[in-house]
């Protein structure tokens, strides 16, 4: 019996910027949104305080370092962030 493929992927948190009107907010969600959906990508989102956290993958189960990076260079250009991290890639599967 083999193991099962890793479902490779990252862990982004945002902290929106201080008095980000809650229209710009929901905004900038949608629009990452459609980022992600843009190059195949998924995430599942927690919010953490204030914070927001966003566990991506790929539909194939396979975020590339290609995709972490592109996703590190939209949120850093985005004004609506007081500050982001952008993790390492990873198997996002819980141990079993």
Same mark, same amino acid.
């Given at each position: 019996?083999?193991?099962?493929?890793?479902? $490779?992927? *990252?862990? +982004?948190?945002? %902290?929106?910027?201080?008095?980000?009107?809650? &229209? #710009?907010?929901a /905004?900038?969600?949608?629009?990452?949104?459609?980022?992600?959906?843009?190059?195949?990508?998924?995430?599942?989102?927690?919010?953490?305080?204030?914070? $927001?956290? *966003?566990? +991506?993958?790929? %539909?194939?189960?396979?975020?590339?370092?290609? &995709? #972490?990076?592109? /996703?590190?260079?939209?949120?850093?250009?985005?004004?609506?962030l007081?500050?982001?991290?952008?993790?390492?890639?990873?198997?996002?599967?819980p141990?079993?």
């Open positions: 019996m083999s193991a099962p493929c890793p479902a $490779l992927g *990252f862990v +982004v948190d945002l %902290e929106p910027a201080p008095g980000l009107a809650a &229209d #710009r907010l /905004a900038l969600r949608a629009e990452w949104a459609a980022f992600l959906d843009g190059r195949g990508l998924r995430a599942r989102e927690q919010r953490l305080g204030a914070q $927001l956290r *966003f566990e +991506v993958e790929s %539909e194939a189960s396979q975020a590339t370092q290609n &995709d #972490r990076a592109a /996703a590190q260079g939209w949120l850093a250009a985005r004004s609506e007081a500050r982001c991290r952008v993790g390492d890639i990873h198997d996002l599967r141990d079993s």
